[in-house]
């Protein structure tokens, strides 16, 4: 009996501590001036990284393409041009 009456009392307690979270209010909600400014806050951040990045890009197009360094070049023998293969016919 006071077993039931327990695996109520649990059930219940579940139930209305779920809905008592969800009818208090969240702490973290910005009010509309506050969203208002955080809006404009991200999109001066947004605008600033933007100006970075074009910036970054044309300073990368600025250097001319290199070719490609090979300090052993001079070490290196030249490479060997390999032997005709003989098909046997």
């Given at each position: 009996m006071w077993s039931k009456f327990l695996?109520?009392?649990?059930?219940?307690l579940r139930l209305t501590g779920s809905?008592?979270?969800?009818?208090?209010?969240?702490?973290n909600v910005p009010n509309s001036d506050e969203r208002r400014r955080l809006m404009l806050e991200k999109m001066q951040e947004?605008?600033?990284q933007k100006r970075l990045?074009?910036?970054y890009r044309a300073?990368?197009?600025?250097?001319?393409n290199q070719k490609p360094s090979?300090?052993?070049a001079d070490?290196?023998?030249?490479?060997?041009?390999?032997?005709?293969?003989n098909k046997p016919q």
């Open positions: 695996l109520l009392a649990a059930v219940l809905a008592l979270a969800q009818g208090y209010p969240d702490v947004l605008r600033q990045d074009d910036a300073a990368r197009n600025k250097v001319p090979d300090p052993w070490v290196r023998p030249p490479p060997a041009t390999p032997a005709p293969k």
